[in-house]
């Protein structure tokens, strides 16, 4: 039983209920961040106060509220801020890199590009990364012990918007698929705190989340609910 080992953080910030996530190991305390965004010194903060380091920068997918940049005239706070403060690198899929560093300010010694199925570690804690393209070309998801941190690829009752440029409503279909054979008891822990409730099991989200039950039938249902 590793699980008393993992230290596992879920954030809200930000204007638009992005969450923000911490991963570590309670031993060596040392901690992955999911998606630092908006308000870095505040992440950094929570970490110091709990006790850990920050060592790895793992991002959903290159949207700016995920990632930082700049975004409608306004900057947002992100991964490139919070290498001003953390000696880290930034994990994305292969797919995402050539949109990094034109909004992040990212430089490519800053990033590490990994595939579906690769692993970090944080410690003695194992992250699998998985690719779940869709709502974007390299959007992924990260799998931790039974926690699944999903990104805008799944919500909690509903899934990312796929009308977006680099969206791509088939994929999402196919990606959903796959999350959908993840074991029942994995704890979904989405990227924006859009529900009722912050985290669900995937037996719960097969029983009420509409696409991912359109996702077990057809891709033309599937497609047809998507426009
Ligand atoms: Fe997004």
């Given at each position: 039983m590793a699980e008393p080992r993992l230290y596992f953080k879920q954030m809200e910030i930000g204007p638009m209920q992005n969450f923000t996530y911490l991963i570590g190991d309670s031993l060596s305390r040392e901690a992955a961040v999911v998606d630092?965004?908006?308000d870095i010194p505040a992440i950094i903060r929570v970490a110091e106060q709990d006790g850990f380091t920050i060592t790895k920068a793992l991002v959903t997918h290159y949207h700016q509220d995920h990632l930082g940049g700049d975004f409608a005239g306004f900057h947002i706070q992100g991964a490139a801020e919070l290498l001003e403060h953390v000696k880290a690198k930034v994990y994305i899929n292969k797919a995402e890199a050539p949109f990094l560093g034109r909004l992040?300010?990212?430089?490519?010694?800053d990033i590490v590009q990994v595939e579906s199925g690769d692993t970090t570690t944080v410690g003695d804690i194992t992250i699998t990364f998985l690719h779940t393209p869709g709502?974007?070309?390299?959007s992924q998801c990260f799998l931790v012990e039974h926690r699944l941190v999903a990104g805008d690829t799944l919500f909690i009752n509903s899934c990312g918007r796929v009308?977006?440029?680099?969206?791509?409503p088939e994929d999402m279909y196919y990606s959903l698929q796959r999350l959908a054979q993840?074991?029942?008891e994995t704890v979904l822990y989405p990227?924006?705190?859009?529900?009722?409730?912050?985290s669900a099991t995937l037996a719960e989200q097969k029983r009420h989340n509409m696409y991912l039950r359109l996702s077990l039938r057809n891709l033309s249902d599937f497609l047809a609910v998507m426009g």
């Open positions: 630092a965004a908006w992040a300010g990212l430089s490519k010694s709502h974007t070309p390299g009308d977006l440029p680099g969206s791509n993840l074991p029942d990227g924006h705190n859009y529900a009722d409730k912050p």
